[in-house]
């Protein structure tokens, strides 16, 4: 029997990562060493204290009933790690739970627009921020990340009858896959627009625990006025190694919070009750392995970054994230093509610039998923190559 699908599944194209794999595997099976670098997986253990509060809660049958809501405990421990990391006063009723940003992401924008309604996203930016709107029936209108303005947006450069009619916009630093930090000033210029225009900001603060060289990640929410215009997804995957669970919080304003609840209530029966009992273990546990890991991030950025540099690719130092986001040698203009013949040269597996949106075309994102001696490797692989002799 035919069917008539969807139009919006023209929307969503086979994409690189299946060319990736599908050559992967040829390589594999001709006896070709690869070094991974395309998928943001955390390849570092969660905290004993963090599987152990998980292992303990799934020993009660209790548990395996439908939590139907977040725990208050819960709300509690996300209320304390605000204030303690961040200086951000919450109260339960600006905190919800989500089944991971990415998840939360493709839905946020239910309660908030109809269709039609113009969103801001970037471009280059995580695909999701696009999806999610866009399986809204948005209109999407893209702002543009500059090289030369620090892959901020200019908001000065949006047109006035753009920001008139934008009732969303999509924001997130640290930036993947784009790599940098976004300074203090930008935040408060960020408010001061959104509040002048009346569009409402949905920040994605997945990655302000990786950040390098001794800078403070920060939220959104820390400054004044955010929460009259925004809220904030949370993650634990990063910076808690939690990936599997799919444990991400929307926190921030109060209006935006209790109809995302709404919402959500009509989706799904409540995150699982050992991975909620997990992530209290996380939230209000010590940050030793966090931090850990971000010295150890760092080291590997060094390693690869740095040692790109030597052998004549130009790759500047990753700010932030668990990326980092690389111009295209000398000599290639295509980032698919280039990746393609890198994989195929070295074993090196990275992502086309391209996959962000147009403006990500001439860059490579590539993740630090390997241990430096690993990503020394890399660097020895890619240069035995001769891709960079072009």
């Given amino acids: 029997m035919d069917?008539?699908?969807?139009?919006?599944?023209?929307?969503?194209?086979?994409?690189?990562?299946?060319q990736l794999l599908e050559k992967q595997k040829e390589l594999q099976k001709k006896g070709k060493k690869i070094y991974n670098l395309?998928?943001?997986?955390?390849?570092?253990?969660?905290?004993?204290?963090?599987?152990?509060?998980?292992s303990k809660a799934a020993k009660d049958p209790e548990n395996y009933k439908y939590a139907l809501e977040d725990m208050p405990e819960l709300l509690d421990a996300v209320i304390s790690r605000y204030q303690t990391r961040y200086g951000v006063s919450l109260t339960r009723d600006e905190v919800m739970s989500v089944y991971g940003s990415q998840e939360g992401m493709a839905h946020i924008c239910l309660p908030l627009i109809n269709p039609g309604d113009m969103v801001l996203v970037p471009n280059?930016?995580?695909?999701?921020?696009?999806?999610?709107?866009?399986l809204c029936d948005a209109n999407l209108v893209e702002y543009p990340l500059l090289p030369e303005h620090h892959f901020l947006p200019d908001l000065s450069a949006i047109p006035e009858e753009t920001a008139k009619n934008a009732k969303v916009m999509v924001v997130s630093y640290p930036a993947n896959p784009v790599c940098v930090t976004a300074p203090d000033r930008f935040y408060e210029e960020l408010i001061a627009f959104a509040k002048k225009y009346h569009i409402l900001i949905?920040?994605?603060n997945a990655y302000s625990d990786i950040i390098y060289d001794g800078k403070v990640g920060k939220s959104f929410l820390?400054?004044?006025?955010?929460?009259?215009?925004?809220?904030e997804f949370y993650s634990l995957s990063k910076s808690f190694n939690y990936t599997g669970a799919r444990v991400s919080f929307l926190v921030g304003n109060q209006d935006i919070v209790k109809n995302f609840r709404k919402v959500r209530s009509q989706i799904d029966y409540g995150l699982f009750k050992p991975v909620q009992y997990g992530a209290i273990a996380a939230l209000t546990g010590p940050d030793d392995d966090v931090i850990a890991n971000c010295k150890e991030y760092q080291a590997r950025r060094d390693a690869l970054c740095g040692g790109l540099r030597e052998i004549g690719w130009n790759v500047p130092d990753s700010e932030g994230t668990m990326f980092t986001w690389a111009p295209l040698?000398?000599?290639?203009?295509?980032?698919?093509?280039?990746?393609?013949?890198?994989?195929?040269?070295?074993?090196?597996?990275?992502?086309p610039g391209s996959s962000f949106g147009s403006l990500g075309e001439g860059y490579v994102r590539m993740a630090l998923v390997l241990p430096a001696d690993k990503m020394r490797e890399v660097v020895d692989a890619i240069s035995k190559s001769g891709i960079l002799k072009k």
């Fill in 124 to 134: 280059p930016g995580y695909p999701i921020f696009s999806i999610g709107p866009f």
């Fill in 38 to 54: 395309s998928v943001g997986t955390p390849d570092f253990k969660p905290s004993a204290h963090v599987m152990e509060a998980v």
């Fill in 3 to 18: 069917y008539t699908f969807s139009e919006k599944l023209d929307y969503f194209s086979v994409g690189i990562f299946n």
């Fill in 329 to 351: 040698p000398e000599g290639y203009t295509n980032s698919e093509e280039f990746v393609m013949e890198l994989m195929e040269k070295s074993g090196v597996i990275v992502v």
């Fill in 222 to 231: 820390a400054f004044e006025g955010a929460k009259d215009i925004g809220v």
């Fill in 202 to 204: 949905i920040h994605d």
